[in-house]
């Protein structure tokens, strides 16, 4: 069989199972205000054809989920790209004289429409993988490419990710997949993917010089590919436009980068609620990997790096670097599958070493387990539950080894009941819980 088409092959097979997987573990239901807000702005897009939500002032009067522009209607804060897909995901599920779909208040006449549109993340968590594969396996050998995307796929906070509907998934899947034009050599490829990104999250330019990387390795002659960037830009700037009559108006206010940058690096890194190899330890994998990925590539592999860095640093400063209500390192999620590139060179040491394997399998199932809890029970539920009653102080659940957020995820394991599990598709199947 031909490369290209173990690369066909390889991929749908890749692309098929984690979209089922994620889809069939999708939570199916909102979980925070940021989601919701989305999630109104592409209903109410794809059924009055408009990006106002002012049925959710009653939101907007408890959290800061946007502004109101200068027509008065009040508009979401959050990026265009699930907005977008939300639209299109429910104008072509959505049902006549359907049951409404309920979150506090109705949210979309359409139940199933709703049900479909919530399930946006398993398509870009399994697109991310898929580009995944195909990229490990542009250096190392089939089955370390399979390790890795099972590996990142399944024990790592991606899945959890792909579950809801935040938008770092689709940053992260997008991401990935400039990555994959870039290693391969493909500009256009490279700022397309890129700019698709940047409606998911702006962020994402710290990707730059990915692209710069390629078009100075094919030659100044591809250069023009930079003007798709620069048509994502512009679409995220007449986004903006349209909701709050400016171009670099994005709702947000006085929120900004503003948070001490000492005390953001150590709670995405080290903090025992919110450090990213607490919720994902596969990706400690990724230090010892990328050594070994420079001693054999050197430029790409330090492109990686630097936007690895490039990208904490940004959400290190941002004055809500934890996420807020949010299980794992949300924020971080788009860099997760650029973090699972660089394991691989050490998981191509796990054929030919035990101590190696004994590590990976080790982390791995930490990890795997990790995922497992927050599917038994909404972590959320168990958070606002300890919070709420004054038993555990917010701050706890990201500094204290003993009240971080995974600690009472635990501790609520002997109360567990089915009905708790939270996939809708599984309870369905496996329990007679209401929705």
């Known amino acids: 069989m031909s490369l290209r088409r173990q690369y066909l092959v390889a991929g749908s097979l890749c692309f098929v199972f984690f979209l089922s997987f994620y889809g069939v573990t999708a939570r199916g239901k909102l979980q925070a205000s940021d989601e919701a807000a989305v999630f109104a702005t592409g209903v109410s897009l794809a059924t009055r054809g408009h990006l106002a939500i002012d049925d959710f002032q009653w939101l907007q009067d408890r959290v800061n989920i946007g502004e109101r522009g200068p027509d008065g209607h009040l508009y979401a804060k959050y990026f265009p790209g699930n907005v977008f897909a939300i639209a299109l995901v429910y ?32 398509l870009w968590g399994a697109l991310g993988m898929t580009f995944l594969l195909i990229l490990v396996r542009r250096y190392f050998t089939w ?15 991606w899945w959890y990710q792909s579950r809801g509907l935040f938008s770092e998934v689709g940053a992260g899947a997008f991401l990935i997949a400039s990555l994959f034009g870039a290693f391969y050599d493909r500009p256009f490829w490279t700022s397309t993917a890129l700019a698709v990104s940047l409606l998911f999250r702006p962020t994402n330019l710290v990707a730059l010089p990915i692209w710069i990387a390629t078009v100075w390795r094919k030659g100044w002659k591809t250069l023009s590919s930079g003007a798709v960037i620069v048509l994502g830009a512009l679409i995220l700037a007449l986004y903006n436009r349209a909701r709050f009559g ?6 947000y206010g006085r929120e900004g980068f503003d948070a001490p940058l000492w005390r953001g690096l150590y709670g995405i890194l080290l903090s025992p609620g919110r450090s990213i190899f607490v919720y994902s330890p596969v990706l400690l994998l990724a230090v010892p990997g990328a050594w070994l990925f420079y001693k054999r590539e050197k430029g790409l592999p330090i492109l990686c790096l630097v936007m690895v860095a490039s990208y904490i640093i940004a959400v290190a400063a ?47 199932l930490i990890g795997l387990t990790i995922q497992v809890l927050a599917l038994l029970r909404d972590p959320t539920h168990v958070l606002i ?49 209401p929705d």
């Open 385 to 433: 539950d300890r919070v709420a009653s004054d038993e555990v102080k917010y701050e706890e659940t990201i500094y204290s080894v003993r009240n971080c957020w995974l600690s009472l995820q635990v501790r609520a394991l002997p109360r567990w009941q089915p009905c708790d599990l939270d996939s809708s598709t599984l309870r369905h199947l496996l329990t007679h819980c």
């Open 143 to 157: 089955r370390t490419a399979v390790l890795t995307v099972v590996l990142v796929g399944l024990c790592s906070d």
């Open 318 to 364: 941002w004055h809500s670097w934890d996420g807020g209500l949010s299980w794992g390192s949300r924020l971080i999620t788009p860099i997760l599958p650029v973090l699972g590139l660089l394991t691989a060179p050490a998981l191509e040491y796990v054929w030919r070493n035990k101590w190696t394997g004994s590590a990976a399998f080790g982390l791995g």
């Open 246 to 251: 400016s171009l670099i108006a994005f709702g």
């Open 91 to 122: 104008r072509l599920t959505a049902r006549p004289n359907d049951q409404p779909y309920v979150w506090v208040a109705e949210m979309a006449p359409s139940a199933t429409g709703a049900r479909w549109a919530l399930r946006l993340n398993a």
